[in-house]
């Protein structure tokens, strides 16, 4: 994946969320999932350059269910 050469907070970004779902091949396996609550979503501003993530989903607010 090639991500833009100019040091921005989105490019940063993205490497930092590839960075953590390979993990430390030294240590561990590579992440299944990396998780990141986002409950106020102050980077929901964000997500059009986390559009560069494979893979990338979104969910929704936080709604569980009554039992």
Known sequence: ???NSRNTVGS???TALLSAAKGNSQTAA???VV???DK???WQA???ALKAVPN???F?????RAT
């Open 1 to 3: 994946m090639k991500v």
């Open 12 to 14: 940063s970004l993205v």
């Open 30 to 32: 590579p992440a299944a």
């Open 35 to 37: 998780l990141w609550p």
């Open 40 to 42: 106020e979503s102050h």
């Open 46 to 48: 964000a997500l059009p």
């Open 56 to 58: 990338l989903c979104v």
């Open 60 to 64: 929704g607010p936080y709604a569980p």
